[in-house]
């Protein structure tokens, strides 16, 4: 079957790598020079299974009745005379039910887990290097109450294969002893040793060229327009992958199709500091902050608020908020980083899905052979090598099949059950 492949990011390169290797001929068209240039450049690289907490959770009714009109709540939701809006309401709220939790969380975690180990086996397998460490994630509580509501998912993920293991202050202090000094404030602290992080980047450009080893062509530098090329060459094919990230939504839009799908401005900073910090896992603040260590330095991310967070922002990184936010956070954690010096910034769009916050998988009614892959809303590195296997196995067989995938499909915008993600940060 011939496979054209819309995008060389992660999305599209582990599709065109699974398609390959089931014996398609597969063309990737980007109109960057090099693989992996977009969204999948300089990201978070966390590869954290531990995240597999719904927003819709017992707990949360009672939370969005407190958000209710709040411009700073974490999820901004404002009452309309709109059915559609109603209805989604109405899907959340059963979706809090404790069954619909655990049955969410163990999708979640599911996939979290087959995706790691997929990934882990490519790596294995073809000696890819992309400055992957296996050092854990830790997220800290400052809040005990927010602590104890992380006891009873972390008990199910740990039924489910993810150690995700509950810890007290004095032991996320001896994980990382740096927190020494926020210790009076600390609730307790989750720490999932087996999940991951690296360069997404080279992971990307590492595969690809696995990719074009194996036979499958890059044409990059091209711009696609409906599905023609900037050169006017018509190209024949069989399927379709819709791999264009946080542009997605233009193509979907050729076939008269609403893909919810929205670029979300996401700064990553790179800094220094005088002390280091050997052993450091990737950190998490009860202010959704996050930090890691990569190469001789660090860097860290964070989420903006909702109403701070307007759809296709320029490209500029966000300054202000490593100045007024991100830094001081930092700093008020962990005093070694008064003295961090910023070294270099990068921004780059968060493919969010609007209606849920996760992935949209498979096909739409309107057409038979356009795939979609879209909407990670910052997991892409995370559920790519997962997505991008059973991607090729549904356009081969019809059928998803080494895990089913159906629970991500496009079909669940149409019906409005939506699956929401609560570790978006
Ligand atoms: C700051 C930040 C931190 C993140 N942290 C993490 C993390 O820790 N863990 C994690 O799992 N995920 C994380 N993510 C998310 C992850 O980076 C994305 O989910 C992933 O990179 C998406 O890959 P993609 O292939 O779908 O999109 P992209 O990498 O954006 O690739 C899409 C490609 O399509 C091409 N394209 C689009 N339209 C056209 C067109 N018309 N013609 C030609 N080419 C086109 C683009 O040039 C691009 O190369 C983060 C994202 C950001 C921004």
Redesign the pocket.
Same mark, same amino acid.
């Given at each position: 079957m011939r496979v054209i492949v819309?995008? +060389?990011?992660?999305?599209? $390169?582990t599709s065109a790598y699974f398609l390959r290797q089931q014996g398609h001929d597969v063309t990737v068209?980007?109109?960057?020079a090099t693989?992996?240039?977009?969204?999948?450049? +300089?990201?978070?690289?966390? $590869?954290?299974v531990s995240h597999a907490e719904p927003w819709a959770n017992p707990g949360a009714p009672a939370k969005l009745l407190q958000w209710l009109g709040r411009e700073d709540a974490p999820l901004l939701f404002r009452l309309r005379a709109d059915m559609r809006q109603w209805v989604w309401g109405l899907q959340f709220l059963r979706e809090c039910t404790p069954a619909r939790t655990r049955h969410n969380i163990a999708h979640i975690v599911r996939l979290g887990t087959y995706s790691r180990s997929t990934l882990q086996a490519l790596r294995r397998d073809l000696g890819l290097e992309y400055d992957q460490r296996t050092q854990g994630i830790l997220h800290f509580y400052t809040s005990q109450k927010e602590f104890d509501a992380a006891e009873a998912p972390a008990r199910q993920m740990r039924e489910l294969g993810c150690e995700r293991q509950v810890i007290s202050a004095d032991e996320a202090v001896r994980l990382e002893p740096a927190l020494a000094h926020i210790r009076p404030q600390l609730a307790g602290a989750t720490y999932t040793a087996e999940d991951e992080?690296g360069d997404?980047n080279r992971f990307?450009r590492e595969l690809a060229a696995r990719c074009v080893a194996d036979g499958v062509q890059f044409r990059m530098g091209?711009?696609?327009?409906a599905l023609r090329l900037d050169d006017g060459q018509r190209r024949e094919c069989s399927a379709v992958v819709n791999?264009?990230?946080?542009?997605?939504r233009?193509?979907a839009q050729w076939l008269g199709i609403d893909l919810p799908v929205f670029g979300?401005?996401?700064?990553?900073f790179h800094f220094t500091c005088p002390e280091a910090l050997p052993g450091c896992p990737l950190l998490i603040d009860p202010s959704g902050i996050?930090l890691r260590p990569e190469g001789t330095g660090f860097i860290a991310?964070y989420a903006p608020p909702e109403d701070a967070d307007p759809d296709d922002a320029p490209l500029d990184p966000d300054h202000a908020a490593f100045e007024d936010h991100v830094w001081p956070t930092l700093a008020e954690r962990i005093p070694a980083f008064e003295a961090l010096r910023l070294r270099s910034t990068?921004?780059?769009?968060?493919?969010m899905n609007a209606f849920d916050h996760n992935a949209i998988l498979g096909l739409h009614p309107a057409c038979d052979n356009l795939y979609f892959?879209?909407g990670?809303?910052?997991?892409?590195?995370?559920?790519?090598p997962a997505v991008g296997r059973g991607l090729a196995e549904l356009i081969l067989t019809g059928r998803w099949q080494t895990l089913d995938l159906e629970p991500l499909a496009f079909q669940r915008l149409l019906d409005n059950r939506p699956l929401l993600e609560r570790n978006v940060?």
């Amino acid at each position: 079957m011939r496979v054209i492949v819309l995008g +060389a990011g992660l999305l599209g $390169v582990t599709s065109a790598y699974f398609l390959r290797q089931q014996g398609h001929d597969v063309t990737v068209i980007d109109r960057q020079a090099t693989p992996g240039a977009e969204t999948s450049f +300089a990201n978070g690289g966390q $590869v954290s299974v531990s995240h597999a907490e719904p927003w819709a959770n017992p707990g949360a009714p009672a939370k969005l009745l407190q958000w209710l009109g709040r411009e700073d709540a974490p999820l901004l939701f404002r009452l309309r005379a709109d059915m559609r809006q109603w209805v989604w309401g109405l899907q959340f709220l059963r979706e809090c039910t404790p069954a619909r939790t655990r049955h969410n969380i163990a999708h979640i975690v599911r996939l979290g887990t087959y995706s790691r180990s997929t990934l882990q086996a490519l790596r294995r397998d073809l000696g890819l290097e992309y400055d992957q460490r296996t050092q854990g994630i830790l997220h800290f509580y400052t809040s005990q109450k927010e602590f104890d509501a992380a006891e009873a998912p972390a008990r199910q993920m740990r039924e489910l294969g993810c150690e995700r293991q509950v810890i007290s202050a004095d032991e996320a202090v001896r994980l990382e002893p740096a927190l020494a000094h926020i210790r009076p404030q600390l609730a307790g602290a989750t720490y999932t040793a087996e999940d991951e992080s690296g360069d997404a980047n080279r992971f990307a450009r590492e595969l690809a060229a696995r990719c074009v080893a194996d036979g499958v062509q890059f044409r990059m530098g091209e711009h696609i327009t409906a599905l023609r090329l900037d050169d006017g060459q018509r190209r024949e094919c069989s399927a379709v992958v819709n791999a264009a990230g946080a542009w997605a939504r233009p193509v979907a839009q050729w076939l008269g199709i609403d893909l919810p799908v929205f670029g979300k401005r996401r700064t990553v900073f790179h800094f220094t500091c005088p002390e280091a910090l050997p052993g450091c896992p990737l950190l998490i603040d009860p202010s959704g902050i996050w930090l890691r260590p990569e190469g001789t330095g660090f860097i860290a991310g964070y989420a903006p608020p909702e109403d701070a967070d307007p759809d296709d922002a320029p490209l500029d990184p966000d300054h202000a908020a490593f100045e007024d936010h991100v830094w001081p956070t930092l700093a008020e954690r962990i005093p070694a980083f008064e003295a961090l010096r910023l070294r270099s910034t990068w921004a780059g769009y968060y493919e969010m899905n609007a209606f849920d916050h996760n992935a949209i998988l498979g096909l739409h009614p309107a057409c038979d052979n356009l795939y979609f892959a879209n909407g990670f809303s910052g997991h892409g590195l995370q559920q790519c090598p997962a997505v991008g296997r059973g991607l090729a196995e549904l356009i081969l067989t019809g059928r998803w099949q080494t895990l089913d995938l159906e629970p991500l499909a496009f079909q669940r915008l149409l019906d409005n059950r939506p699956l929401l993600e609560r570790n978006v940060i």
